[in-house]
C-alpha cells in the first residue's frame, strides 16, 4: 500500500468482490394477450431492443406468472380476454403483494369506460392497436429504468 493510497488492502479486496458480483436478473416484460400472434410480435419488437420477455395467453396464467417469476418488472397485457380480462387482471395485480407493478394497456378494442377505468387502476398507458412501436419501447424502457 502506498502513501497515497486511500483503501487498505483489505477494504480493496472487499470492493473488489463487491464490483465482481453478478448483477440483478435483468426485469422481465409479462406480454398478456390471448392472441398469440398479438404476444409473438410484442415479444420481438421488445427482444430487438434487448428487452427479455415472457408471454402469456390468459389472465389466470399471467396471475400465477406474477406469484412465481420475481424478475418480472412490467406488464402489457390486453383488455379483451377470457375469463380474467385485462381489467381484472390489473384489479388482482393492484390487489396484490405486487400492487405497484407498472402495466401497460394494448388495445385494438376498447372504449372510453374502458380507459377511465384502466387509469383508476394506475396504468402507465394505455395504447391502442396498431401499436405505435417507438412509444411503446420509450414508455418500457422508462419503467425498467434503461437509458432510452
Not at 387502476?121 to 417507438?134: A, C, H, Q
Request: with cysteine; charged share 30%; net charge negative.
Amino acid at each position: 500500500m502506498s502513501d497515497h493510497d486511500i483503501l487498505s488492502d483489505a477494504e480493496r479486496e472487499a470492493l473488489s468482490a463487491v464490483m465482481l458480483e453478478p448483477d440483478l436478473p435483468p426485469q422481465r416484460v409479462l406480454i398478456v394477450d390471448d392472441d398469440k400472434d398479438a404476444r409473438e410480435l410484442l415479444s420481438e419488437i421488445l427482444a430487438l431492443d434487448g428487452i427479455r420477455c415472457m408471454t402469456a395467453a390468459s389472465g389466470e396464467t399471467a396471475l400465477k406468472m406474477l406469484d412465481e417469476k420475481p424478475s418480472i418488472g412490467l406488464v402489457i397485457t390486453d383488455l379483451r380476454m377470457g375469463n380474467v380480462d385485462g381489467l381484472e387482471l390489473i384489479r388482482q395485480v393492484r390487489e396484490s403483494v405486487r400492487a405497484a407493478m407498472p402495466i401497460i394497456i394494448v388495445s385494438g378494442d376498447a372504449d372510453v369506460k374502458d380507459a377511465i377505468e384502466a387509469m383508476h387502476l394506475s396504468v402507465v398507458d394505455f395504447l391502442l392497436k396498431p401499436i405505435d412501436t417507438v412509444k411503446l419501447l420509450g414508455l418500457v424502457k422508462h419503467e425498467l429504468g434503461i437509458e432510452p
